[in-house]
Each structure stands twice: as C-alpha cells, then as structure tokens.
C-alpha cells in the first residue's frame, strides 16, 4: 500500500526518531503522496494537505506558516538562493513549525521546510517518467542507479543520477517554461562504519513569465473582473536562471551509540528577468472612460553565492537510571547577494480592457542602481535530551551562541555611477534556546509542552526614518498531543500554540520603503490525522486556526491589523482507494478537498474571500510495480482563487482547472 504517513522524521533533531516520541510538530510528505499529486517541482502542490501552510509567490518559493513566513533548507542546510527547483532529486519534504534556531541558526518564526534528498541505495535499478498535460505540459524524468561497486575489505560505491527535462506553456497569456535538471550523487560506504558522499545539481531553466495583474480599482472602488490568465505585461518579459549546489559529507559511526557528521554546502545561483510591471493607474474620468495605466520595462540581474559547513556529533550514555542523547556542533556560513537593477518607460498607456501589447519604449533608462551584501555566522550548538521512568518522560534543553555578521555595500546609481546611501554594517552575538517535555501517557498516547526561539539579523535602513531596522527576534511555545491507534492505522497530533516576532520589517512595494511593523503575535491550533481505513483506503486529514495580530508598533494604526500573507482558517481532506481484488485489481483512485480562508492585503485595507477547491486522480499499476499510469485533475471544479493578494495594484491568480496524465516505469 502506498503510504501518506510517516512514521520518523530527521528535521527535529537532526537524527531519525519517531514522530510520537519528538515534543515538536513535523509534517512529513512522502514521496508516495507527492507522486499522487503531480508533483515537478518543490513548490509543492502537496502542501495544500498539510494544516496551515500556504505557498505564495508563483514564480518563487515561499511559505507561510502560523502567521510569518519560513525558511528553506536542503538536507539541514539553509539555502537562499532564490528559485523553484525541480522535486525529482527530492525524496520527501519535512516541515518543522515554529522558531527552530538552536539547531538550524539565522531563520523565519514561521518554520522551516526541509527538502530530503534522494541518496544512493546500494541496488540496482532505474524508473522513467513521462507526463503531458494542460497548456502542453511535456515532463521527462529519469532515476538511474547502477549495481553497487565493490572495492574490496568490505567497501562499496553506489552511484545514482536523477534528471528531469520540462518544456511547457501555460494557463497565463504568453506564458511559457523550460527546465533542464541533472542530479549525479555518489556514496562509498568504508565498512559498517563511515559513508563519505557527493551530490551535485545543476537546473537551468529560461522561459517568458507573467507578471501579477490588478486586482481592485481604486477608482470605482470595486474589483477588477479580469480573465483568467490576464497578462499585464508586454512580451518582452522573459527570465533565465541558472542553479548549481554541490554537497560533500562524511558520517562516521565513533562507536555504536556515537555518530558524527561533517558537511559542506556550497551552492551559485544567477537569475536575468525582465519584467513588466504597472505603475501608476489612471483615471477613467480623465480618459474618456478607458482605464488605463502606465508601464515599464525593469530589467534584474541577482546573482547569489553561499556555503555552508556543518559538523556535529550525537550519541547516547546512560547515568544511573537516566538515558541521555546529547549532540553538539559547530556551524560556519557565508552569503553574496548582489543586484542589478534597470527602469526603462513605455512611452504608451496599458489599457486594462483591451490589452496593447508590444507597447513603444523611451530610449534611455530612468532609474537603474545596484546592490551587494556579504553575510557570515559562526555559531556552535548544543542540546541534551534526558530520559526518566524507562523512557516515559523526555527533557530536552538546547542553546546556540551565534556571531552573525552582515555588510550592506552602498547602493550605485548605475547611470550615473553616484553612491545612493553609505554602506550598512550590522554585527551581533545572539543566543538562542529551545526547552521541551514529553510524556508518555500510555502506549501510543504522548503530551508535551516546548519552547523555542528564533533570530533574523538585519543590515537594513529604513529609506523614510533613516534608521538602521533592528534585527527580528521571536518565540514560540506549544502544547499538545500525539497519538497511534488500532496497530499504527490512526495516528496524528493536535496542538496549541503561540509565536510572537518582535521588529517585523517589511517592504513597501509601492514606495519601497522597509517598513517597521513593530511586534506581531499568531496564536493558533493545528490538528492532523492519518486513517488506514482497510489495507486499501486510506484517508489524511488537516485543519488550522490562525490568528495573527500587530500587537505593538511606532505608528498605532497598525495595531490590531492582521499581517500580509496569513489565511485565518484552513483545513483539507484527501482519500485513496486502492483495489486489489476482483475486476479493478489493480487500480486505485483518489480525491482531495482543501480550503484557505481569507487573506489581506499589504496594506491592511484589502481582504480577499476564501476559496475551496477540489483535487482528483485515478491510475493502475500492476501489484508487482512494473509501471504506474494515472491521469490527475487539480482545482476540478475550475474555481477561481487568488494565490496571493498583494496590494490593489498587484496580485496572483491561483490556477485554473489543470489535467495531466503521468506514465511511470520501473526497470
């Protein structure tokens, strides 16, 4: 039976341990569920059925989890360079919530999200993927793994390359995508004991992209009642990016209850768009009743370098009656960012009805400057967990010291090459703690209660006050419960918590101010159900209450205004029905339902109504597992939903109705 629920997961502590024994919330989704729904990259679909989180920005990953955003991490590391990355070197995707900086350092309060890379498995085998779909949708991936390599004295070398070519259009006017994906990895195994390994990824990926269209008009005061798909741009707007990571890490086992790990991180990301965006909008009294707007042409060139090493150890004593797990590290990062940045005018108005595109353009840019940083954090951690009455109570206590330092060179007026603002320099020594219990109540019944923290330097000036914004720090605390039932086929957590950022900052996308919002708070409730049903049926469940507030700010209007991007209420439902008996042996058949409540916009004077949508899929793949056919059906009743909701000037559809159909071989 293809699986939904995880039983263990590696993000809470960076060891395997199962998800009833960890006092923190993780969500796993499983390579079986992303399958099921079509995933091809890592801006995942399948996280419309994990309670409370929402993805946003469609042409970026991003998230937004109990009322702030999160940060990303590949295998434990965090990684910003900017980019949607393709899932076929993706073997599960974990999902930390809440302030988690003792183990994984500088981050978002809303959480974390870990990508788990696939790994040489000592075996030989190969599977090959096709899909084509809606808006001529073309995907081939492929997985190849060759027969392990012996070396003699116990030593063998497993070698495995993923790879996935996409080339598709889109659901958007003039939208369009193509993607090259290779992943090559590499592990020797040196005994029972040690595994030195290598992976590498390169994407490149280049297309046209649509840019975010209107969604209110100020001056009638009422929403725009755009096609789907409506395009607000000019055709020249395209985007080429380039990704490149390279991993290396050896894992040594000391002794048989000590592990250490030592890992380096070193990853290149460089991205050219040229977008289209509208500016200023008229009005229609002035223009004979045409709503017009006007338009640029802007031109961005980031470029992005970073590395990381991470080395720790963990193992296991005991003391008397006392178990003790402790583990210890040390953690060295380093991040480039650089921009370009490049305004030209249309000289021609945008006519929202009837769309003008291929508009003239003024031959000189009007605006263009230049941005670089250079941030590096030394931090070590340390965290003990002890264990009482045979295992039934867990303490666990964890600190990181963390020197964090950050250098924001003057912003270039690159037309004139004059210096815009003097260079910022921010340093900080920080600690961060984490505090947990667990008790085991019974068999299959635990309860805890945890604490956390989390810490976002900053080496930013505000343009309106002058004044270097302070770094975000924030805390969480939970408390719930966790459960397994009838044999492991129900399982799930109900918890309770609070997250509270101080210093939240956040861009003004029509001024381009950083704006202080001062001090946030989401208090909230997620619960999670996994039911097998029969060895066949299968059903996951997920609901989410949040309610995130501005509790204190410099400008008071902003107290009690609900922050841009949070959803109140969310919940989902997804079933799979496989058949092995009887006439349909064999296939198996599935649907979804998921649900976002409301969202506001950046400016606090916007709200957006919630929307439901409903997901389906069928397929047959023979009990031995040769090969697997499904044809998949996303947002089935073809409602129309917005993705996110920025400001009236800007906003992101969500997608229409989508079908694909995957056929997938084992070798």
């Known amino acids: 039976m293809k699986g939904y629920a995880a039983t263990n997961a590696l993000s809470a502590s960076r060891i395997e341990e199962a998800l009833i024994d960890t006092p923190h919330t993780i969500n796993v989704l499983t390579k079986d569920l992303m399958q099921d729904l079509g995933e091809s990259t890592e801006s995942s679909l399948a996280f419309k059925y994990v309670a409370g989180i929402r993805p946003y920005l469609s042409n970026n990953d991003g998230y937004f989890m109990r009322g702030f955003p999160v940060t990303l991490y590949y295998d434990g590391v965090r990684l910003q360079a900017k980019g949607i990355r393709d899932a076929s070197a993706t073997e599960r995707i974990e999902v930390i919530r809440g302030p988690s900086s003792v183990l994984y350092g500088v981050g978002d309060p809303g959480g974390g999200v870990n990508y788990i890379t696939k790994r040489p498995r000592f075996r030989s085998g190969s599977s090959f993927a096709l899909t084509a779909g809606s808006d001529e949708f073309l995907r081939a991936e492929a997985d190849f793994e060759a027969a392990p390599v012996s070396m003699g004295s116990d030593r063998r070398l497993g070698v495995r390359i993923v790879g996935a070519v996409v080339d598709r259009g889109s659901w958007r006017i003039t939208e ?3 993607r090259k994906f290779i992943a090559p990895m590499a592990t020797l195994a040196l005994g029972s004991r040690t595994e030195l390994s290598a992976r590498f990824t390169y994407q490149q990926q280049e297309g046209r992209e649509s840019r975010l269209p209107p969604y209110y008009d100020t001056f009638s005061r009422q929403r725009y009642n755009l096609p789907i798909g409506f395009f607000s741009g000019d055709n020249r707007t395209k985007f080429d990016d380039d990704i490149v990571t390279l991993n290396v890490e050896a894992v040594h086992a000391i002794t048989t209850n000590w592990k250490a790990r030592v890992a380096y991180f070193d990853s290149s990301a460089y991205r050219d768009h040229y977008l289209t965006p509208l500016q200023n909008f008229l009005n ?12 640029i042409l802007r031109r961005l ?20 009656a006392v178990g003790h797990q402790l583990s210890s590290g040390y953690e060295y990062r380093s ?36 941005t670089s940083s250079l941030t590096t954090a030394h931090a070590i951690f340390v965290q003990e967990r002890a ?3 045979n295992g039934r109570l867990a303490l666990l206590g964890g600190v990181r010291l963390e020197e964090y330092k950050t250098r924001s060179d003057p912003r270039l007026n690159t037309l004139n090459n004059t210096i815009l603002d003097r260079a910022e320099t921010a340093s900080e020594r920080v600690a961060t703690s984490r505090f947990s219990g667990l008790w085991k109540v019974r068999p299959g019944l635990s309860a805890y209660v945890s604490y956390n923290e989390s810490f976002l330097g900053n080496a930013l000036r505000d343009v309106v006050t002058g004044q270097l914004v302070p770094s ?6 939970e408390i719930g419960i966790k459960f397994e039932a009838w044999g492991g ?35 909230g409730v997620e619960a999670e159900a996994f039911l097998s049903v029969t060895d066949s049926l299968q059903v996951m469940a997920n609901f989410a209450l949040n309610d995130a507030r501005t509790i204190d700010a410099s400008d008071r209007a902003l107290i009690g205004r609900r922050p841009s991007g949070d959803v109140k209420r969310s919940a989902s439902i997804l079933a799979r029905q496989t058949f092995r008996r009887g006439a349909l042996r064999g296939f198996y058949a599935g649907a979804g339902w998921s649900y976002g409540g409301d969202q506001i916009d950046r400016t606090g004077t916007l709200t957006e109504p919630g929307y439901a949508l409903v997901d389906a899929f069928v397929g047959f793949a023979p009990l031995d597992g040769r090969f697997d056919f499904s044809v998949r059906v996303t947002n089935l009743l073809d409602r129309r939903w917005w993705r996110e909701l920025r400001t009236a000037q800007q906003s992101t559809q969500g997608e229409p109705r989508q079908m694909q159909a995957s056929l997938r071989m084992k070798f």
């Open 176 to 178: 369009e995508m193509r």
């Open 387 to 389: 264990q009482f009455f």
């Open 284 to 295: 229609p009294a002035q223009n004979g009743g045409r709503r017009l707007a006007t338009s």
């Open 301 to 320: 060139f980031d470029e992005y370098e970073g590395s990381s090493l991470l080395a720790y150890s963990v193992g296991d004593f005991q003391t008397g």
């Open 335 to 370: 991040e480039r960012v650089s921009s370009r940045d490049t305004r030209t005018r249309f000289s021609e108005r945008f006519d929202i009805d009837a769309p003008n595109w291929n508009k003239a353009i003024e031959a000189a840019p009007f605006s263009g400057q230049s």
């Open 472 to 477: 975000e720090t924030a805390e969480g605390s």
């Open 489 to 523: 086929r129900l399982s799930g957590s109900l918890a309770r918590y609070t997250v509270e950022r101080s210093a939240v900052r956040q861009v003004n996308t029509l001024t381009g101010a950083i704006e202080n919002l001062g001090t946030v708070r989401c208090d």
